[in-house]
């Protein structure tokens, strides 16, 4: 049996315009400021231990107990906030 005629193909050259809209939009990422993981530790430990505090002796400090069922709020708030700093940190 005959073997085909094998063409040669042309390397592909995209739209002028499509390398240069990608290399705009193409951002590199900037290293964290030094002040940003201290502050995202600090904010997970201050909402552990405002937590912590509200469990130990929450019925003895005036301010926590008129903030009630608030405290879990703040607590897991401030972790949250942590978490989600560590999630862009680089």
């Given at each position: 049996m005959p073997k085909s005629k094998v063409r040669k193909k042309s390397a592909y050259t995209p739209p002028e315009?499509?390398?240069q809209g990608?290399?705009?939009?193409?951002?590199?990422?900037?290293?964290?400021?030094?002040?940003?993981?201290?502050l995202m530790v600090a904010l997970m430990l201050v909402g552990l231990l405002w937590i912590v505090?509200?469990?130990?002796?929450?019925?003895?400090?005036p301010f926590m107990v008129s903030l009630g069922a608030w405290n879990f709020a703040i607590g897991f708030g401030a972790m949250v906030a942590g978490?989600?700093?560590?999630?862009?940190?680089?």
């Open positions: 315009g499509v390398l990608r290399s705009a939009q193409a951002r590199v990422a900037q290293p964290s400021p030094r002040w940003y993981a201290p505090v509200y469990y130990v002796a929450g019925d003895r400090i978490l989600v700093m560590s999630m862009r940190w680089r």
